[in-house]
């Protein structure tokens, strides 16, 4: 059965640091996976989606990587600002999901400190 | 931009009353998704479609329903409202291709008392 962690479940970081969050699935046999973003109360923003065949997707200060032979992912992110303050969370789409079902990490809740 | 629109941001509701939660998408989407999200148990997929009057039971169905009737409307019903469904529903939609991203509503925040 596919599991998705993600650690830490927090973290606190100043403005300005460059930061990594982590991402583990169990099941290599995935179609894709994805970052979103969860503001507080509010629903999810897909960030990221890196396919299978990919190694890596970037958008503005955002760079995901996907490492599918050992399970992990990574979302990087530059030059952090405190709007970057949020919950992160990954998905993996496995390939027994013919219609769209992903499976959900518990995210890692960021807050960037002024 | 895609746009996934849910009926409600916050609901109260009574325990035993029915409940409808609505979801509308503009974007043509093939698959609609119902999730609940709580604190320490993540997100949970209640129901999915993949077309109109097509569903399917996600990893929690029990006490809730659906309906799809239109392709841009995906509805959950909750038939008898009980205290342990107070929770963050999240509506998501996306097209029917392997790779395509999935895009959420805002929420409904629904409380049973």
């Known amino acids: 059965k596919q599991e998705v962690t993600q650690i830490p479940a927090a973290l606190s970081v100043p403005e300005g640091e460059n930061l990594v969050l982590n991402c583990s699935f169990t099941?290599?046999?995935?179609?894709?996976l994805q970052w979103f973003r969860q503001d507080p109360g509010k629903g999810l923003t897909s960030l990221l989606l890196?396919?299978?065949?990919?190694r890596e997707q970037t958008s503005g200060r955002l760079n995901a990587s996907l490492d599918k032979s050992s399970g992990r992912s990574t979302l990087y992110i530059a030059a952090s600002q405190p709007g970057d303050s949020a919950t992160y969370l990954c998905a993996v789409r496995p390939l027994t999901s013919n219609t769209g079902k992903l499976i959900f990490g518990q995210g890692t809740t960021l807050q960037v400190k002024p | 931009d895609v746009k996934v629109t849910q009926s409600s941001r916050y609901l109260v509701k009574r325990t035993g009353e029915k409940v409808f939660l609505e979801c509308v998408q503009d974007?043509?989407?093939?698959?609609m998704f119902w999730y609940r999200q709580d604190p320490g148990l993540g997100l949970r997929l209640i129901y999915f479609s993949y077309d109109v009057k097509m569903k399917e039971k996600g990893d929690i169905p029990e006490g809730y329903s659906v309906s799809r009737e239109k392709k841009e409307r995906f509805s959950l019903i909750l038939e008898s409202a009980s205290t342990n469904q107070t929770s963050m529903y999240l509506c998501?939609?996306?097209?029917?291709?392997?790779?395509?991203?999935?895009?959420f509503g805002s929420g409904t925040q629904l409380s049973v008392l």
């Open positions: 890196i396919q299978s065949s990919q």
């Open positions: 099941d290599s046999a995935i179609y894709n």
């Open positions: 998501a939609s996306s097209l029917k291709g392997t790779n395509e991203k999935l895009f």
């Open positions: 974007m043509d989407h093939e698959n």
